[in-house]
């Protein structure tokens, strides 16, 4: 109950057990801590697509050069090997990237659980100022969650084009090894 009450030792206390205060920094945890795990689910997304293009590049080059190996026709050619090797760099940056969102999103996440319970002053100061740092730093990416959600749709693509483009490199070495034996 709100309603001003006495305490243990008789004094008035107007809040009785309420503290609102204290409820105010419980809230503003709670509040930052809910975005961050809003957030964490969407660059865990975008990571999962990464990997999983990087995944199927790395196939890729295998199989070129299996092709290239074996002189497959059409024949595979320097170029598209270094073209696929540049896209195993790139992505393993997108993933290390990405990675690192989630890692400082966790650690945020982390931070807001551990405040003691007594909400202290300086932790909830510097909750909000690491959190406040977190949004200024990803705020395209964040506001993407509540509008377009271009590069989740972007990386999901990606993935499957990734895919599309391996099974087809695949059919390609199957048929070659059958040809040539």
């Known amino acids: 109950s709100i309603a001003p009450q006495a305490s243990a030792s008789g004094n008035y206390d107007p809040y009785g057990s309420y503290d609102p205060a204290l409820t105010a920094k419980q809230q503003e945890r709670d509040r930052i801590r809910n975005n961050y795990q809003a957030f964490i689910v969407y660059s865990r997304a975008i990571l999962a697509n990464k990997q999983s293009s990087l995944s199927s590049e790395q196939q890729i080059v295998t199989n070129l050069n299996q092709l290239k190996t074996r002189s497959c026709q059409p024949p595979v050619s320097d ?51 690491n959190y406040d740092t977190f949004i200024i730093k990803y705020q395209s990416l964040i506001e993407e969650i509540y509008g377009s959600e271009t590069t989740k749709k972007t990386s999901e693509n990606e993935s499957t084009n990734k895919q599309n483009d391996l099974s087809s490199i695949q059919s390609r070495l199957n048929l070659c090894i059958l040809t040539t034996h």
């Open 79 to 129: 170029s598209d090997i270094t073209n696929a090797q540049n896209e195993i760099t790139r992505l393993t940056n997108e993933v290390a990237d990405y990675q690192t969102i989630v890692n400082e999103n966790q650690a945020g996440i982390t931070e807001a659980i551990n405040i003691s319970a007594d909400f202290r002053d300086r932790e909830i100061t510097l909750l909000t100022q």
